[in-house]
């Protein structure tokens, strides 16, 4: 582990970062699996009227993942004692939440393994029928809609006999009529 200190307006002597060293020591377990270097410690000391405040930032691994815990109390090293008991429960609770997150893993592969594999139905299409358009004799729209309606078609394509060109003419939901121009001359 790699320690930084800072003290403001507080000397940070070497027994007091020797003591902070012995303390993460005692964390070491937790930190199972990493290089010394991959943990870096920031100390901050402050002196705050009648106590002191004791922050701690220690950043873990290559991603430099933070963990920031702080604490005060009237002694310095209660105050230490109290910041690593804080880092030592986070440390305990992510390294459980971790266990937790691979057994999830784990069961969900396990049951991958033994479920069998659920094969999707294949839903046929609709077969399409093809019929022939009989367009009789060229209309006007007016013929073209007394016509939709007599045979209670949706739609019904004619050739306009002013243009010459096939439309299609539908009902509407709001029962209105709708023309469509195709541009296609017969």
Same mark, same amino acid.
């Given at each position: 582990?790699?320690?930084n200190f800072v003290?403001?307006d507080v000397e940070?002597?070497?027994?007091?970062k020797?003591?902070?060293?012995k303390?993460f020591? %005692?964390?070491?377990?937790?930190?199972?699996?990493?290089?010394p270097?991959?943990?870096?410690v920031?100390?901050a000391i402050?002196?705050?009227r !009648?106590e002191? %405040?004791?922050?701690v930032d220690?950043?873990?691994g290559?991603?430099g993942?933070k963990?920031h815990v702080?604490?005060a109390?009237?002694?310095?090293y !209660?105050?230490?004692d109290?910041?690593i008991?804080?880092?030592?429960k986070?440390?305990?609770?992510e390294k459980?939440k971790?266990?937790?997150?691979r057994r999830?893993?784990r069961?969900?592969?396990m049951?991958?393994k033994? !479920?069998?594999?659920?094969?999707p139905?294949?839903q046929?299409?609709?077969?399409?029928e093809?019929?022939?358009?009989?367009?009789d004799k060229p209309?006007?729209?007016e013929?073209?809609?007394?016509?939709l309606?007599?045979?209670?078609?949706?739609f019904?394509?004619?050739?306009?006999?002013r243009?010459?060109e096939?439309?299609?003419l539908y009902?509407k939901k709001?029962g209105?009529?709708g023309v469509? %121009?195709t541009g296609?001359?017969?």
């Open positions: 582990m790699k320690f003290g403001q940070v002597t070497d027994a007091i020797s003591y902070v060293e303390k020591s %005692r964390l070491e377990r937790l930190f199972k699996g990493l290089l270097e991959e943990i870096e920031h100390v402050k002196k705050e !009648a002191y %405040r004791v922050e220690i950043f873990v290559q991603k993942e963990i702080w604490d109390d009237p002694d310095l !209660a105050a230490i109290k910041v008991d804080e880092i030592e986070n440390l305990v609770k459980e971790i266990k937790a997150e999830e893993a069961k969900e592969k049951q991958m033994v !479920a069998p594999e659920i094969v139905e294949v046929e299409r609709p077969k399409v093809e019929e022939k358009l009989v367009v209309m006007d729209v013929d073209a809609i007394f016509e309606e007599e045979q209670h078609l949706h019904l394509p004619f050739i306009d006999i243009t010459g096939l439309c299609i009902k709001a209105n009529y469509i %121009r296609c001359k017969s």
